[in-house]
């Protein structure tokens, strides 16, 4: 037991060590960065949003604290806190991995912040990020216990422990593959890639909530 709460203290001192990072990132970064900063591209990693950089060199960096702070709090408000000691490990991954995620997007826009014309490196390395976390998510999906903050939620995986069960089970394996399709879509380049995206990420949607609907009749 004392070793699992290590490993759970690690990972939640990993999270503030991101966070920290990308604060003292950006502080050193400030002084070289554009006036105005890239934050959003089109389909074809076309700069097409910019925000003042008082504002974007602390946008991820700032809702990744606010992450870090709310996680403990959605424990403690969920009405079946006393779930999170049955995933308390997957709950941390889930934590980690979203915050990774949000350090890797500010690594990215940073770089292409100082390095305009490296836009067309965006697309790639998004899907590169996106792959790597539904493959971390699907791997520990089936391990979340019944709660109203993690999780597929519909009404009927809400209302019934086993529905919610079996429904996070086949969205695990949904996520896995969904993440490797984005992995190659990276790795495989494409110019009209992105239809092909949205598709997977409408079936990760769509998918898990029909088959709860399907199960919950049976």
Not at 101 to 110: K, N
Request: hydrophobic share 55%.
């Amino acid at each position: 037991m004392k070793i699992a709460n290590t490993k759970l203290s690690l990972l939640r001192v990993t999270q503030w060590v991101l966070v920290a990072i990308m604060f003292l990132a950006g502080a050193l970064l400030y002084s070289y960065l554009p006036d105005m900063i890239p934050t959003h591209w089109n389909v074809n990693n076309q700069i097409d949003g910019w925000t003042p950089k008082i504002y974007g060199a602390w946008l991820i960096p700032g809702m990744a604290l606010i992450f870090t702070i709310l996680f403990p709090l959605l424990r403690k408000i969920d009405p079946e806190s006393k779930n999170y000691d049955k995933f308390a490990k997957t709950w941390e991954v889930f934590q980690i991995t979203i915050i990774g995620f949000l350090a890797y997007m500010y690594a990215i826009t940073s770089y292409v912040a100082l390095n305009v014309d490296k836009s067309y490196l965006v697309g790639r390395l998004v899907m590169l990020g996106l792959g790597v976390m539904f493959i971390i998510l699907g791997n520990y999906m089936g391990k979340i216990r019944h709660n109203y903050f993690v999780g597929i939620k519909t009404p009927w995986t809400l209302a019934d422990p086993e529905v919610w069960q079996k429904t996070h089970r086949l969205a695990g394996w949904i996520f896995v593959a969904a993440g490797l399709l984005v992995l190659l879509m990276a790795f495989f380049w494409m110019q009209y890639i992105w239809p092909f995206f949205i598709a997977i990420i409408l079936a990760i949607v769509i998918i898990p909530m029909f088959y709860s609907y399907w199960i919950s009749r049976k």
